[in-house]
């Protein structure tokens, strides 16, 4: 799949994306309620790659995916 990430215009992290674009994505699971996990224990990935843009042609899809599975996004996602 394709990591979609909703950024700010505003944040500083987003200014620092365009400069640099390679980034790392680390993901883990969380741990069961009720057990002593290690965090070692876990199942984890680290995504490396660079961040573009959604091409113009695929925004519209790539924003109601996103909403639809992130409602709360809806207001931020709707800009623009």
């Given at each position: 799949?394709?990591?979609?990430?909703?950024?700010?215009?505003?944040?500083?992290?987003?200014?620092?994306?365009?400069?640099?674009?390679?980034?790392s994505l680390?993901?883990?699971?969380?741990?069961?309620?009720?057990?002593?996990?290690?965090?070692?224990?876990?199942?984890?990935?680290?995504?490396?790659?660079?961040?573009?843009?959604?091409p113009s042609?695929?925004?519209?899809?790539?924003?109601?995916?996103?909403?639809?599975?992130?409602?709360?996004?809806?207001?931020?996602?709707?800009?623009?």
């Amino acid at each position: 799949g394709w990591p979609v990430l909703l950024l700010s215009e505003q944040s500083l992290h987003t200014v620092n994306l365009k400069k640099s674009p390679p980034v790392s994505l680390f993901a883990q699971l969380p741990r069961s309620q009720g057990q002593a996990q290690s965090a070692a224990a876990l199942s984890r990935v680290t995504i490396i790659g660079k961040i573009e843009p959604v091409p113009s042609e695929e925004l519209n899809v790539v924003k109601l995916a996103f909403t639809l599975t992130h409602t709360y996004a809806l207001q931020i996602a709707g800009k623009r």
